[in-house]
């Protein structure tokens, strides 16, 4: 009897490691660091630094045009003064300077 028990036990050893081992490795290809999971994590990670990139891209190109407009051609002396006087508040003895009130129109 205890003969023919061990003879079973040593029979199922082997198939209940090998069951062990194959869940391990599903459980590892679902969940694991390299498993289905993990992969679409990077895949969102991915996509919303693509989408980072392309408002930053779209940012740097913003300022490259506001920096084209300063370089020394592009400038109008006269509108850059007048922008300026209105920047700091500041104007001549013989200017007269109207505000209008915030959102109106000017025409």
């Known amino acids: 009897m205890i003969g023919g028990m061990m003879k079973l036990l040593g029979r199922l050893i082997f198939p209940c490691i090998c069951m062990a081992v194959l869940a391990w490795f599903h459980w590892n290809s679902e969940n694991g660091h390299r498993g289905e999971m993990q992969i679409a994590q ?9 989408l980072e990139l392309e408002g930053m891209r779209a940012e740097r190109d913003e ?11 592009a400038l109008d002396p006269d509108l850059l003064g007048i922008q300026a006087r209105k920047m700091l508040q500041s104007s001549h003895p013989d ?3 109207v505000y209008f009130p915030a ?3 000017q025409k």
């Not at 990077?42 to 693509?50: D, G, V």
């Open 63 to 73: 300022l490259a045009k506001k920096v084209e407009l300063l370089r020394a051609e």
């Open 95 to 97: 200017e007269l300077i």
């Open 103 to 105: 959102g109106s129109s």
């Open 42 to 50: 990077t895949e969102q990670k991915i996509a919303r630094a693509r």
